[in-house]
């Protein structure tokens, strides 16, 4: 129990969090995951060229938006820009 409670409050620094800075990184998260889920929504507002322009389809962005308020699936877009520009230079 004791070596569980310490990997949970130890950063990859090998610092421990203190309760507080463990509550300030949750909250930071989910401010983090709101903001982007709001960016999201602003793509949809693009039309499919300009959303081809920056390597991404509609369906990219249907698959984004699954999940509840705070999801954050930004690294789901980055991962499909990144496979479409592979294929593109492949060719």
Known sequence: MISLQK????????????????????????????SNRRDLRTLHEFNDHQLADIGLTRDDLRYAMRGGPF?????DLNRAVLRRRSRLDML
């Open 7 to 34: 990997s949970l409050g130890t950063l990859a620094t090998g610092k421990r969090k203190t309760t507080w800075g463990a509550f300030w990184s949750v909250i930071v998260s989910l401010r983090r995951r709101y």
């Open 71 to 75: 999801a954050d699936h930004s690294l």
